[in-house]
DNA sequence: GCGATGTATGGAACCGGTCCCAGAGACGTA
DNA sequence: TACGTCTCTGGGACCGGTTCCATACATCGC
């Protein structure tokens, strides 16, 4: 591998000089940096960052915790971030980071040991607030995606608001028993799905409705849903009018058992749901967009401004606007079901 | 931030030993070695991977390519080869690398600029064999996943031959007009979906039904699927009696058309696919299933087991058993439809 | 007692860049 | 003419580790 050097010798300069004709900073004339870099290109020289970094201490390379990747909302975040930093030539060092038991542990073991980031961004981390600890003892730039980060700027969508919007809808439609589906009970309060079944119990409380309030707790996924959503019909007393739902995927799996139980959609059961999820459409789901990859854009967006000296944001949120997309799978309850 | 030298002197050893006594290679005395970790420790210190590959030349992370995060197969894998890397301590750089145009320039900038990966995998990379030289220029372990990497070892399956397979199902079950959806048509002949494409053509020409054999192409998403069948289904003259789908998403398109259409599953139109997404349970989806993430694992395993010092296997495919996932979606045409 | 071998440690070069600082011209100005 | 300022370049320290080599001592076999 050629190295500074080597270009530097051929061109006839010094390193120095070199150095600074291929980065571009301090006085160069015209001539010389024509000179090495038509060296370097001679020589197919290629920079190392590592070196680079040692001495600036910057890595150009941002690293994203996520606790899945493979579930649609995690996905697009990253595919938002990772599209915002290559604008920027910046890399991206992925981290998934499940579980409780080894959370902080691999933080520390990942972030700590290796000082090789500028910055993190957290995507859909459900991090108690004795967690960051650990993640701000780098002292370097956290912005958050999805859930929110105690003590850093996240970027997403008020979890407790768009609830209270969706099952809000619902009981404008006239709708009084509705059921909550998604989210595991054991979450933490601050879990994205806590956060929505949270605005649900609040919205109808407020409504005064607690009474017809139902909760059937699962997986965020469309299969679990699907079970879950099955065993609640199962053995449910008086069926519920409405599905607020959690998540697109958990609408959709609520959709196909109300199907398979010979339930028609809107008609015997209106579903809601939050994110609109591409299959939405396909479904005819009513939903609240929320555009993830645009949320990975923003932090990845605001992760490089601070690390190119903007000042940070204070903490907290910032929340997209809330706007429900409406389609077929609301409407009043029938009068039969009523 | 503390350095190795900061250590050193707490212990008051010079920095070789405690070089040597924090890596645990060379001779150090147990009680020095104590010693320099507790110093370690008492600091806080943690060791900079940058500097240490400079000198080491390994950098303990392993670049990953892939066109897409936001896809089930993706980011299955990439979340296999997140798995299995962490596992040994290895980091994961994600490049997104979609396009043609742009796709050569990156590969250079993204990998031969920065010298910071150790070895590369690359997910589902429709790469032409001409397009491999930059990759390969790296002189660095390259493995595939998913689509076959001309020159690399490629863990995945035969998709021709999973095509032909799916295909000789429907075909021993009776259909004689069959219809296979997916893939853009303007893709190279070496994708996923032209492969499978042609492993369809093979299976129906080679069973004399070239004539009942049709071809809906759309991109490799449930919606593009949904339109594609519908507008396919609008201008046939004579309806096929099964669909053989190039991948479970476009498979789940095909059978949310088909009820929009009125048509029912199997009775009216059997629908078999490839992949075993979860979304193929739910829908009752006759398929070949394939584990992305035990892939990724594989082809992350691989490349650690290269650059632990195994010799490389032989480029080629390194393909997974197909086995048949029967369900309900799939059955004799019925005697009408005939 | 002596050389060979094994264990333990330190000094210093080195990886490949960046950047501070000194110095040399060129040019404008008092 | 003398001096300040601006442009350009090179020398060399430095980032934070790893590793080669030399040195020192202990142990062992003969």
Redesign the pocket.
């Known amino acids: 591998?050629?190295?500074?050097?080597?270009?530097?010798r051929l061109a006839?300069?010094?390193?120095?000089?070199?150095?600074?004709?291929?980065?571009g900073?301090?006085?160069?004339?015209?001539?010389?940096?024509l000179l090495v870099t038509q060296a370097a290109l001679d020589l197919g020289?290629?920079?190392?960052t590592?070196?680079?970094s040692?001495?600036?201490?910057r890595t150009r390379n941002i690293g994203v915790v996520s606790p899945y990747i493979n579930r649609w909302f995690f996905a697009e975040v990253i595919d938002g971030v990772e599209e915002a930093l290559l604008e920027d030539g910046y890399d991206l060092t992925l981290y998934r980071l499940r579980g409780d038991a080894d959370q902080r542990a691999r933080v520390f073991d990942y972030f700590l040991v290796r000082?090789r980031v500028d910055a993190v961004i957290a995507v859909g981390m459900d991090f108690a607030s004795d967690d960051v600890g650990p993640l701000f003892s780098l002292r370097k730039p956290v912005v958050g995606v999805g859930s929110q980060l105690p003590g850093a700027t996240t970027v997403g969508i008020d979890d407790i608001a768009a609830s209270r919007l969706i099952t809000r809808h619902l009981i404008d439609l006239g709708h009084r028993r509705i059921l909550h589906l998604g989210g595991p009970i054991d979450g933490t309060a601050t879990a994205v799905h806590s956060r929505r079944r949270e605005g649900f119990r609040l919205e109808m409380a407020s409504a005064g409705l607690s009474e017809g309030a139902d909760v059937a707790p699962c997986e965020m996924t469309t299969a679990e849903a699907y079970t879950a959503v099955l065993e609640f019909l199962e053995r449910a007393e008086t069926l519920p009018t409405a599905i607020a739902a959690a998540s697109d995927e958990v609408a959709v799996g609520a959709i196909l058992a109300a199907r398979t139980r010979g339930l028609t959609v809107p008609e015997d059961l209106s579903v809601i749901a939050i994110d609109d999820h591409p299959l939405s459409a396909l479904f005819d789901l009513t939903t609240v967009a929320q555009a993830p990859s645009k949320q990975g854009r923003a932090a990845a967006r605001l992760v490089l401004g601070i690390l190119a000296g903007a000042t940070p944001t204070a903490p907290g949120l910032i929340a997209a606007p809330l706007e429900i997309t409406y389609r077929g799978s609301t409407a009043a309850p029938s009068s039969t079901s009523r």
């Open positions: 591998m050629k190295s500074l050097a080597d270009v530097a006839g300069v010094s390193k120095a000089t070199a150095s600074r004709a291929l980065s900073t301090g006085y160069v004339s015209e001539r010389t940096r020289y290629v920079a190392s590592n070196a680079a040692l001495v600036t201490g000082k």
